[in-house]
Structure formats: C-alpha cells, structure tokens
C-alpha cells in the first residue's frame, strides 16, 4: 500500500503542475518570438511573455525555425474623448503574415510598461 500513495502523489503533482503551467496559443508553438528589447516597453514584453512561456529572442538567427517579430503602438481614432488603444502584432518573418494579435485600452489599469505588457500578452495567450 506505501509503495502505490509513492507513486501517486508525485503522479498527481506532476499533472497538477502540467495544467498550472502557462500556455502558448497554438498559432505560436513553435514559433521564436523576435523582441528587440531596446526600451522600458520591450524588455516588459519580452519578460511577460516569457512568463507566459513563449520562446523570445533578442535577434534574428539563420536557421533557428519559424519566428515572429514582435511590433506594438498605441492609436487613438481622431477627436476628442477617443480612448487610446495598445495595439501587440506578431508577424512571420519570412511571409510578412501575423500570426498572434491583440488589442487593450489604455486606462488606469495599464499606466505602467509592466502592467501593459501582462494586459497585452494575456490578451495574446488568453
């Protein structure tokens, strides 16, 4: 009986731990994530995304498989009242095409780089 609760209970961790992991949507698995982490807002990209366990590189590298450069703005409609939007647009470097996008307002809620950039990624990685 002692030797089977030793083999269940490291079985039932491991599974726990499998489904609290993160996860990548399945458009990206496989793909490299490009960020040039050259401002504040990058470098809080690039971290959350690696927390959402997302592959992210600082540079292009021949022959390293698929990968996706990662490109953000902000953009508001003209007029006055119109909210600011923070745009996340993931494209492949070789066809051009995107393959992972998001969009989050701009409020309170995401006034710091880090606080955008786990709003974003999360919208990404639902």
Known sequence: MT????????????L????AAPRVPRALRGYNILVE??????????RAMREQGIKVRPRVRGGSGPTAAL??????DP???QPLWFHLRLADTRSGEVVGAATIP???L??????RARAAVKALAP
């Open 71 to 76: 490109i953000y703005f902000t953009f508001s």
């Open 16 to 19: 726990g731990l499998a489904c």
């Open 110 to 115: 995401t006034a710091t780089p880090r606080a």
């Open 37 to 46: 982490e050259k401002d504040t807002q990058s470098v809080e990209l690039a």
């Open 79 to 81: 007029g006055p009242g």
């Open 106 to 108: 701009l409020d309170s």
């Open 3 to 14: 030797v089977c609760r030793r083999a269940i209970v490291p079985t039932c961790i491991a």
